[in-house]
């Protein structure tokens, strides 16, 4: 069972990431295992920082939340990042980050400093096409392509919960993202995501994308990135004020894997 992050936190972690992009770092606060090694050591700490209790071992093209510099270290950062289940799973939502540690800055990158997809958007205007054009000897027809559908919600006709505020938290009994107390006039939300690769090719499950709305149309805030044709990551900020979120999906070998998602309020 996944436990809840509070809003104190979200609003952390972005307060100390936008300090850090203001140095030019980086965007958005996910970052992927790189190494060459294949894995990563996460060194797990309680209480006093410099007291080692454990040492998880992560996979190269694992994600994390990147919370700020490790203290008193320059080779090291401090990042949060979801428990995965005992049992695999063909795919997982998360919507908390129960773990933290120390990973070395080397064995990792920013998710979107990776090399990136370049983005269109169909001629009806709602879809955004984010294709691989990194090899420009790669054919045109067999390039990767990711493709974001937004469409009119219709989530009013549906079933909704509330909590003691009076804020929307379930729509058809899954948790929504983007809405307030009351659904806007014109809700949009994700429709399909469709992943377009040579010898491979699938659509996001429906967990994937249930109740993503208000999803943005800006390129400024949503990206797609690539470690290799294994490891590709979509990533979006939607939403907007109180309501806005972010979240990051990960693709491997065509299909989603995992999701990430949270709220960060403007």
Do not use: C
Not at 3 to 28: E, M, R, T
Not at 35 to 53: C, F, L, P, S, T
Not at 80 to 97: A, H, N, Q
Not at 187 to 209: M, N
Request: hydrophobic fraction near 35%; charged fraction near 25%.
């Amino acid at each position: 069972m996944m436990i809840s992050v509070n809003k104190a936190f979200y609003i952390s972690v972005f307060s100390v990431f936008s300090l850090a992009f203001a140095k030019g770092q980086s965007k958005v606060p996910f970052g992927v295992v790189k190494a060459e090694e294949g894995y990563a050591m996460v060194r797990v700490h309680k209480d006093d920082y410099r007291k080692i209790v454990d040492k998880i071992r992560m996979k190269t093209g694992d994600v994390f939340v990147y919370v700020k510099p490790a203290p008193g270290e320059t080779e090291w950062i401090w990042i949060k990042y979801p428990e995965k289940p005992e049992i695999e799973k063909p795919f997982i939502r998360y919507d908390s980050l129960n773990k933290e540690g120390m990973v070395n800055k080397g064995r990792v990158a920013f998710i979107d400093q990776l090399p990136q997809f370049t983005p269109s958007k169909s001629k009806n205007g709602k879809s955004l096409i984010f294709t691989d054009n990194t090899n420009p000897k790669t054919p045109t027809n067999q390039r990767t392509k990711v493709i974001i559908d937004v469409y009119p919600s219709y989530a009013h006709l549906k079933k909704q919960e509330k909590d003691e505020n009076g804020n929307i938290t379930k729509i058809d009994k899954v948790k929504s993202w983007g809405v307030g107390k009351e659904l806007p006039e014109g809700l949009t939300e994700i429709k399909s995501i469709r992943i377009q690769q040579p010898g491979r090719g699938s659509v996001f499950v429906r967990d994937a994308i249930k109740n993503m709305f208000q999803p943005t149309m800006d390129f400024e805030n949503i990206g797609v990135t690539s470690l290799d044709a294994d490891h590709i990551f979509l990533y979006m900020t939607n939403g907007s004020g109180e309501n806005r979120y972010t979240t990051l999906w990960s693709i491997n070998k065509g299909k989603v894997i995992s999701q990430i998602i949270y709220n960060n309020p403007q």
